[in-house]
């Protein structure tokens, strides 16, 4: 029991530093086709022996948002990463150690002002009817998804959904408002992590 258990901490911290790896190759000065992917590409295949089909497909369709994203189709990312907030909030929502309304309400306090700041602040500068449709509506998902996370009792899908929504918020305001390309270096940052928590604290709940 003590040598799979050791062996299952190399395994997991293994993963860690490959998919870190994978994350500052991307912000390196170097040209390869599609980095953005790699990291989230290498979470997905390594997921699928978690035997948590969800998560797996979560990651999945965090990748293919990843793909879109780097061809430019806005649209179709929005999509796919909508799909995986509702995957993640499924998973989440079965983790949920206390769904009291006075817990709800607490955990939603961090993804409602990050969205009335959104609403305030980014949706009225997108233009295209169903970009700012789709942009509403993923914005909503990826709250319902932080406050979900919030309901949980470890400390890593709580910090990674926050993250994940930041880096969201981020991202939308360099492509819809000003466009600030450090913002969208840092955007990507908190993505990266975020996902990793999500990941890491997903999968030793399993």
């Given at each position: ?38 990291p989230l ?83 009225p500068a ?81």
């Amino acid at each position: 029991m003590k040598h799979s258990s050791h062996r299952d901490f190399l395994e997991r911290w293994g993963v860690v530093a490959l998919y870190l790896l994978l994350c500052v190759l991307f912000f390196l000065p170097i040209t390869a086709p599609y980095k953005l992917v790699y990291p989230l590409l290498f979470l997905t295949l390594v997921s699928l022996r978690s035997k948590m089909p969800q998560l797996t497909l979560a990651l999945a369709f965090s990748a293919i948002g990843d793909v879109c994203g780097a061809e430019g189709k806005l649209l179709f990312q929005i999509g796919a990463f909508a799909v995986a907030q509702i995957l993640y909030f499924l998973l989440l929502t079965k983790r949920a150690s206390d769904r009291s309304p006075l817990r709800v309400a607490a955990s939603a306090i961090t993804p409602v002002l990050v969205l009335v700041v959104a609403f305030v602040a980014i949706v009225p500068a997108i233009e295209v009817g169903v970009v700012k449709v789709g942009a509403i509506v993923y914005a909503i998902l990826i709250g319902v998804m932080v406050t979900a996370a919030g309901l949980t009792k470890r400390w890593g899908p709580r910090v990674g959904a926050t993250l994940f929504m930041l880096s969201d918020f981020m991202l939308a305001h360099s492509l819809f408002v000003a466009p600030n390309p450090t913002l969208r270096r840092v955007s990507l940052a908190l993505y990266f992590a975020g996902q990793l928590l999500l990941w890491l604290g997903l999968c030793k709940e399993r």
